[in-house]
């Protein structure tokens, strides 16, 4: 009788707790339990009491319904939010869907998710009506999730649909859980339990599984300190400087919180708002991601750059998550806060009560340059036709969905992604022939790693940086250098590219263009001028992209080619693709210009006068704007070059002149300029970028430069200024050690 009483009494703690309990993997209702039922079971009292005692002692480990993210004295004061956007948008927008859904069906399994989280929300914001809510977020996982079809066998729609949407569902039981009667907590639980019990916790899509069934554990008392498998692999999709590695589209759809998979990003704010793991909102790389995420990642139309596994028809509607980014980083809900400047809010537990504060004042993202990850550089956002282009190169880990594409291009502009891939989900649309990038011999990357981004110059109206292949071509030498030149009142925009080469006699030298064409290129001058219509999944219609050859290849192949695997989609169009073919010099150098000028179809393109040298390429670009620009491409650095009255001693050289006047300068590996208003030597290579009176200096090594102005002004060095400085013959004799430096005269 004693045993039965301790059993009496431990049922009696039960309805305070508020929790379940399990025993031998069997669910008991303790309030309708009898002394038969126990004999059934086949177990005495006292061991029946024994493993109660111990599931009880897990369970009173957590508190009490709601506590996944929210608790139910939390509830008034997101009521008072719903007065103030853009919390009341949300609350109006969830209530017109929960209401809607009383007289229509919900079906599938992003349905559920969507109108799951509104119901819950109602729920919260409108307590005369809770109970009717509640009776529905029952009805819905008793009637609707009991039947969706989670199953291995099915692959990806079977696992991480279905998933996704559970996540939603425990939380939504989790806030209604205190008006529902025990009877139905047991059953809409049971459901649950069985349903996502189907899905391994390991397998394809891991942090889709990590996070529902972390969830769900979270909610049952059985995890209480932090998921390092979790956590693990949500920092192995980040390089250190913030970029995913797993390619832009699965960067937006993981870790930055896309609605088809919100689990696998919705888990940690789960885990910090309870309290269980606190490593994700405070962590600098994911402060970075986000901050790349919303402003590099996407050109100024607000498209994804199409980089690694992805599709030009895939677009970005996922934002469910995207509201709590200021959870993360200030700087990262600005640019959030621009991304989603026109978006209609979302009704949503999810968008609704995981934002600490709301999105700030929006901020246009400027370029960004990242040493691990790429250069991600754009005209000003606040014109949604400007060029964002990305020059592509990781250096410390890469993923399943990242392709061959070390050096590699992604191009926007006009409102249209210009350039495309091979599309996504296996090969061949990883090689390195279907991406905007270089091989030798035709032959793949060996590596989808490179060296990074080893140099870059942001300053007004201009852009460069330089990127290094490293291991993916390991018998040769790749520099890719990308210049973007904004638009002016006196110029267009275009971008230059310089790949830089160096491979074994007999080697052939091929570089790769995808223009988003699938009609045909217009050859506007054989091996050297080309020109495509913007016609594969175009944005917006009448879009062009001219590409000149500034440096001649020995021939240039057309052809069309997979956007997409074809036994995944076969109706997929094929697209357009370039591939000029070099040889290199006696020394298997080569340097190789590119022109790429996004225009209208209506427009006449460039005016561009070649003068081709034994000795150098130069290219003059008239601007019907009224500047004047000359690109030239040095074949033996270690000579001088006259041209134009300018002499010049180096590798690149980029000069642009305004009604006669020098506008900006441009040199890569140069050791000499004269012929202008501000002329420079110095005892070893450097880059250069000079402006009036601004200078941008790259020193590979510590050297010492020799500046001459016509006019005489104080020069300041990273913003110190050089007393008396040494002069010999009327050259300013300044120390350079090796890094960036800027430089100006006062």
Known sequence: ???????????????????????VAIKINMSKISLNAIKVLGLNVLTLSLLLLHSLSVFSQQVSHPFLIVKADQFEQHRQKAFYEPWKSMAEDALEITEKGFSEPIMGAYELQDYMGAVAMSYILYPEDKDRYAQKVKDLI?????????TEKRDWGGVVPPMSSFFVAILALDIVYNDLTKEEILACENVIESQISKINRKG?????????????????GDRTGPDDAYYNGIMHQITTDGVSPVTIHYAWERVGGGDSRISKA????????????????????????????????????????????MLPSQGLKNDLLHARVGNFDEQAAAYTAWFHEEDKKRGHIISYLLPHSKLPYPQYPKSSVYEDGGAFLRESAKNPEGIHTVLYNIKCQDEWHTHQETNGL????????????????????RAAALNNTLTIDGKDHDSRLGNGIVEYISREDFDYAMGDAGPALPS?????????????????????LLDEVEVKQGQKIISYLHPANESHIDTLLVNESYRAAIDHFPTVAGTALDIHYLTKPERINQSLVASAIPSRYPNHPKHSRLEAIYSPDKSGKNS???????????????????????????HIIRHKEGAEDLVLSSHTPDRTISFNGLVFKGDFFIHRAIAGDTGFIFVKNATALRGCELEFKAEHKLTLWMKHRF????????????????TSRSLYIDDKIIENPETEDEWMKIPLPKGTHKLYFK
């Open 1 to 23: 009788m004693s045993e039965w009483l301790l059993l009496l009494s431990i049922v009696d703690i039960r309805p305070r707790l508020g929790k379940k309990i399990n025993v």
């Open 142 to 150: 008793l009637n609707n999730y009991s039947k969706l079809e989670l």
């Open 204 to 220: 394809s899509w891991t942090d889709v599984r990590l996070g529902t069934h972390g969830v769900w554990d979270i909610y049952k």
């Open 266 to 309: 919705g888990y940690m704010d789960v885990l910090e708002f309870t309290g269980i793991d606190k490593r994700y909102y405070s962590n600098e790389k994911l402060k970075k991601f986000h901050r790349w995420l919303f402003s590099a990642s996407v050109n100024n139309s607000k498209e994804m750059a199409i980089i690694g596994d």
């Open 410 to 429: 992604a191009l926007s502009g006009m409102g249209n992604r210009l350039l495309v891939n091979g599309g996504r989900l296996g090969e061949p649309t």
């Open 476 to 496: 040769a030498f790749h520099n890719r250098s990308m210049i973007l030149l904004h638009k002016t009142p006196h110029s267009k925009a275009f971008v230059l």
């Open 592 to 618: 190789i210009v590119t022109l790429l000028n996004p225009m209208t179809e209506a427009d006449k393109g460039m005016q561009l006068q070649p003068s081709l040298q034994e000795n150098y390429d130069a």
């Open 695 to 710: 200078i941008s200096v790259l020193a590979k090594e510590n050297t010492v430069l020799y500046l001459k102005s016509k």
